[in-house]
């Protein structure tokens, strides 16, 4: 468990150093990069102090009101962060191999034309412009999706040399519950009310 503790601390560290290094240090105002700074921080401490509330509410304490908005904070400031890492590295990636390319064909022509500064800082805003956008995209559908429900999908499975006696079987199969900080009572009793109004024979859990 310790080992365990100290891989995803050490993969979070370096991954908010990325992010730092990407998006704070290019800065040039210092409100800016003080607006970052505190960002960075507050949404990497939700994501350590989260765990501990949920492991808490698990023993007894309340996970409604200010838990549960402080829960609900940390998740969605945890995909927003995904997301922005992600798209990050593929534009990084994306950057660095654009760059070797030109390398290649200034080698190869023997150029010698210099980088406009104008065009890069304009990529430079837009890319970020770009990512800030897909990242709070992608973000409000993932919660949007998340505050669905419960899915019911019907499905028939024909079976040759079925014995008559198990014509019109019914097994309702339970999966990918999730139960957690964001998933508690309520959910599941949605999940087993729906359950018994479709009368099974048989019911699955799977997950």
């Known amino acids: 468990m310790t080992l365990f503790i100290v891989i995803i601390t050490s993969v979070t560290l370096l991954f908010g150093t990325y992010l730092y290094t990407r998006w704070i240090v290019p800065q040039r105002l210092v ?18 102090i989260s765990p ?31 997301f922005v890492l992600i798209f990050t590295a593929f534009w990084d990636v994306g950057l660095g191999m654009s760059r070797v390319v030109a390398w290649v064909r200034a080698r190869a022509v023997r150029a010698t034309k210099k980088e ?56 309702a199969q339970i999966s990918d519950v999730h139960v957690g900080p964001m998933i508690g009572r309520k959910y599941l009793e949605r999940v087993v009310a729906m359950v018994q109004e479709q009368k099974p024979d048989l019911i699955a859990v799977t997950g």
């Open 116 to 171: 406009n500064p104008e065009r890069r800082r304009f990529l430079w805003r837009a890319s970020r412009a770009g990512i800030l956008s897909l990242a709070v995209g992608g973000t409000v559908a993932g919660f949007q999706d998340s505050r669905k429900g419960p899915l019911l999908k019907t499905v028939s499975v024909p079976i040759n040399g079925l014995h008559p006696d198990l014509e019109g079987f019914k097994i």
């Open 52 to 82: 501990m509330l949920y492991r808490n509410s698990l023993q007894g304490y309340s996970r409604d009101g200010a838990l549960s908005a402080l829960q609900w904070s940390s998740y969605l400031i945890m995909g927003f962060l995904a």
């Open 31 to 48: 409100f800016s990069k003080w607006v970052g700074r505190v960002f960075l921080f507050t949404a990497f401490a939700l994501l350590f």
